[in-house]
Antibody, heavy 118, light 108 residues
Framework: QVQLVESGGGVVQPGGSLRLSCAASGFTFSSYGMHWVRQAPGKGLEWVAFIRYDGSNKYYADSVKGRFTISRDNSKNTLYLQMNSLRAEDTAVYYC???????????WGQGTMVTVSS | SYVLTQPPSVSVAPGQTARITCGGNNIGSKSVHWYQQKPGQAPVLVVYDDSDRPSGIPERFSGSNSGNTATLTISRVEAGDEADYYCQVWDSSSDHYVFGTGTKVTVL
């Protein structure tokens, strides 16, 4: 069945870096755009980044632009999020999600927790 | 940036109808999508493109969109519908994806 599994979360100090991964299965990964969405503890959903199916276009939320980089390896069916210069406000559960017609998110992973704290 | 506003909470008795609104400037010109999120779980798409349902989503979930308000309607509400619901659009002017503030649905 269609599945997305995130990994790589953990505790990191402010100013540190972390790389998240999202392993996809059950669909043709190379044919779909992919997103990262996050949710701070007790808060709502916030879109983070999008990458086109072939990696040719990438978009970022203003809150992470210049610090986070989204990428993908279609040969490994894997999506990545490189997070640098992390701040306390980046603390959240990070979800990867499959794109639906470039406007919505139709399949979500279970999420991975990132905590930025000294 | 584009803003989507939802009521913080909606309460409804079992078997009744819950309506969750999502307000945004001329939202009727955009495609609106709705997600259900139960505690400790990932969101699930329940309505896309204003009023379409993904496979496996009950017909009790429906949507509409016009003017400055989109609405998710849950008919014949069940205890299992208790969750947070988020609306979402794609803002073409910024190439950003925007979520609403979220609505907690409580089944009395």
């Amino acid at each position: 069945q269609v599945q997305l599994v995130e990994s790589g979360g953990g505790v990191v100090q402010p100013g540190g870096s972390l790389r998240l991964s999202c392993a996809a299965s059950g669909f043709t990964f190379s044919s779909y755009g992919m997103h990262w969405v996050r949710q701070a503890p007790g808060k709502g959903l916030e879109w983070v980044a999008f990458i086109r199916y072939d990696g040719s276009n990438k978009y970022y939320a203003d809150s992470v632009k210049g610090r986070f980089t989204i990428s993908r390896d279609n040969s490994k069916n894997t999506l990545y999020l490189q997070m640098n210069s992390l701040r306390a406000e980046d603390t959240a559960v990070y979800y990867c999600a499959k794109d639906h017609r470039a406007t919505a998110f139709d399949i979500w992973g279970q999420g991975t927790m990132v905590t930025v704290s000294s | 940036s584009y803003v989507l506003t939802q009521p913080p909470s909606v309460s409804v008795a079992p078997g009744q109808t819950a309506r969750i609104t999502c307000g945004g400037n001329n939202i009727g010109s955009k495609s609106v999508h709705w997600y259900q999120q139960k505690p400790g779980q990932a969101p699930v798409l329940v309505v896309y493109d204003d009023s379409d349902r993904p496979s496996g989503i009950p017909e009790r979930f429906s949507g509409s969109n016009s003017g400055n308000t989109a609405t998710l309607t849950i008919s014949r509400v069940e205890a299992g519908d208790e969750a947070d619901y988020y609306c979402q659009v794609w803002d073409s002017s910024s190439d950003h994806y925007v979520f609403g503030t979220g609505t907690k649905v409580t089944v009395l």
